[in-house]
């Protein structure tokens, strides 16, 4: 009796075990494919709205000009990742295209903080502010030079 309970035990073991890893790849899927919306929605606001001063490639290089509306070098944002020990710099990303970059004294930011034109032009609640800049944050990491 007790032979026939462990193997009953081990073949629900087997099937719970079977079930979490049916699981961790049906979740790994919806991750995959959520990731893939965003870098989706990413490049489509990319081209919309940042392609004019970075170029189409994200390297500053084929837009109109060389430099921005203000006359200022754009940088090159397929080097992110190498310019910060080899990781993309997300949170800061995300940081500059919400708030803007921190400029001295006496200047003036070359870089439109999104967070708030995203908001204002779109009527948009901060949630879809926060999914805009997460979707074009997803696009420049996959833009980052190998």
Wanted: hydrophobic residues 35%.
């Amino acid at each position: 009796m007790f032979r026939a309970l462990g193997g009953a035990a081990l073949v629900c073991a087997l099937a719970f075990f079977a079930g979490c890893v049916n699981g961790a790849r049906e979740n790994q899927g919806k991750k995959t494919a959520s990731k893939d919306s965003a870098v989706a929605e990413g490049a489509r606001l990319y081209k919309r709205n940042c392609a004019v001063c970075h170029g189409n490639d994200g390297t500053g290089g084929n837009a109109p000009s060389t430099s921005s509306p203000f006359n200022k070098p754009v940088p090159d944002l397929t080097t992110l990742a190498q310019r910060h020990s080899g990781k993309f710099p997300e949170a800061y990303v995300a940081q500059v295209l919400r708030s803007g970059v921190k400029m001295p004294d006496h200047g003036r930011s070359e870089m439109p903080v999104w967070g708030t034109i995203f908001k204002a032009t779109t009527k948009s609640d901060e949630a879809q502010v926060t999914k805009r800049i997460d979707s074009l944050t997803a696009y420049l990491k996959s833009l980052q030079a190998k």
